[in-house]
């Protein structure tokens, strides 16, 4: 089975009086529609996915901006799924990247702390003096990271907000990065553990920064032309890309040739910034090499995010196009409309869920050390066959085989066949087992059908017994109302005529 790439697009109105948006999933090879959820708008850094995994089904999770309420959708159908009301209206959310907690943040500065699974509230406090703009978590969901309109990030470890003892006590952050000087518009946390990792930071101050959380270091300070609302960091941190609001996006690249003191390169690389250089760098329109890393997407960008394979820059922007560029090249290689007039307001790309509503129907046979998959798409007429290896049974020679490296992105065949039993409802067994118990439940089967065919026999001429019992004695009782009827009316003529003489 070849496993494919989506794009996942949420949209809403720049007006109330325009309705409501939608979520809506789409190939990114092809550009076509695989599924859309509507009844939402969700605003900017509203939106957030828990994905399919270990036979927990995929959830689209989305903070409506107008009233206190969250929407929660599913992958299996495109109806809403739960409708939940909130204490307040937030003004932002975010998830874990395994799908455990959902962090919430308000515009009276308060961030709220739910389990996914049972959606309990295990924290509500005051982070902020003002409006928080954007949450996340880090990689390896041991910390939360706010921003706010009061230009201050601060990092909270998970184990302290979910510490029983400390829930009346208001929680102390790890460490406050305070050096913007107008309201955080986004932030990125980067690959690694907490605290070892690093955050991006940007800001309406024109400014993005680089942090490093476990020294609370800043590492480098970026100067743009235009304030930057949104930003897409390199999983290998290599590079980020910040949009501002004319359509001008900035590659920024994290890492550069060294120079000897005669100022020639010495083919070796070097990280960018650091207080030696004073401990800013201006990214100026006019420079040369800025213009060659330089992408103008011709208007607003309101969401930025690099796909899955790093290879695209998912662009989306305010009149409902999200434009798909090559990295390397910068070269436009499609534009997906979503939703003409509409701005969009999220935009990720994840490996297609295996529970997705309406792509495929999955059946699975086992013989044996092998894995036969019949996939049936809507599309298609006829079945497509794959062969698997199971993970702990594996044969010497096979043909047709597909290993389980084919599967990226931590999809190995035991979790598939576990959410196959999951969603489709079916069970596989493996060898003589399986047969032996088909053949039995074969013969109690229709050792049952004979069993329903003698008792529907036995009903019927119990039925048709009855049936002539009450026909005959309706009948007879009928005749015999008849007869004596018949017999008085003989009797007064037979009076009339001796009368009569």
């Known amino acids: 089975m070849k496993i494919r790439e989506v794009v996942c697009c949420s949209v809403a109105p720049p007006s109330a009086t325009l309705g409501l948006g939608s979520i809506a999933l789409y190939d990114i090879q092809t550009g076509s529609q695989l599924a859309s959820f509507k009844q939402t708008s969700a605003s900017i850094h509203s939106t957030a996915i828990v994905g399919t995994k270990a036979e927990k089904g995929g959830l689209i999770v989305a903070s409506q901006p107008d009233k206190a309420i969250l929407n929660v959708y599913t992958f299996q159908k495109e109806q809403l799924y739960l409708k939940i009301v909130l204490p307040e209206k937030l003004t932002c959310i975010t998830t874990d990247t395994e799908g455990r907690y959902c962090a919430g943040g308000t515009a009276n500065g308060k961030i709220y702390l739910w389990e996914v699974a049972s959606g309990i509230l295990f924290n509500a406090f005051d982070a902020h003096y003002r409006k928080i703009t954007v949450l996340r978590f880090t990689l390896d969901g041991a910390a939360l990271v706010s921003g706010s309109e009061d230009s201050r990030v601060t990092v909270w470890t998970l184990s302290s907000l979910l510490d029983n003892d400390l829930q009346h006590e208001i929680p102390t952050p790890y460490c406050t990065l305070a050096d913007h000087t107008l309201p955080i518009s986004d932030i990125k946390c980067g690959f690694g553990p907490f605290p070892a990792c690093r955050v991006l930071t940007s800001s309406l101050d024109n400014s993005c920064k680089l942090w490093e959380i476990s020294s609370t270091t800043l590492l480098a300070t970026f100067i743009f032309p235009q304030p930057i609302t949104i930003l897409a960091f390199d999983l290998a941190e290599r590079a980020f890309f910040a949009a501002s609001q004319d359509g001008s996006i900035h590659q920024v690249n994290l890492f550069r040739q060294r120079k000897n003191r005669m100022g020639h390169e010495t083919g070796s690389l070097e990280a960018v910034g650091g207080m030696d250089e004073g401990g800013a760098m201006r990214i100026d329109d006019e420079d040369v090499p800025t213009r060659k890393r330089l992408i103008s997407a011709g208007q607003e960008a309101t969401s930025l995010a690099i796909s899955f394979t790093g290879s695209t820059l998912l662009v989306g922007t305010a009149t409902g196009v999200v434009q798909v560029y090559d990295i390397p090249s910068h070269q436009l290689i499609r534009s997906i409309n979503v939703q003409q007039g509409f701005a969009v307001t999220h935009v990720c790309s994840f490996l297609k869920p295996l529970d997705l509503v309406g792509q495929m129907t999955i059946e699975i046979k086992l013989r044996g050390t092998l894995m036969r998959c019949r996939l049936c798409y809507p599309s298609l007429r006829k079945p497509l066959y794959d062969t698997w290896f199971l993970p702990a049974m594996l044969a010497d020679q096979t043909e047709n085989v597909i290993s389980p ?75 015999s109302k008849t007869r004596e009827e018949e017999t008085g009316e003989s009797r007064k003529s037979k009076k009339a005529r001796v009368n009569g003489k």
């Open 405 to 479: 490296q084919v599967l990226r992105g931590g999809l190995p065949p035991y979790d598939f066949l576990a959410d196959h039993r999951f969603f489709m409802g079916q069970q596989s067994e493996t060898g003589a087992t399986s047969t032996q118990s088909l053949q039995s439940r074969i013969a109690e089967l229709e050792g049952e059908l004979a069993s329903m065919k003698q008792n529907l026999t036995k009903a019927k001429g119990l039925n048709d017994a009855m049936w002539e019992t009450v026909v005959s004695s309706v009948l007879g009782s009928e005749n």
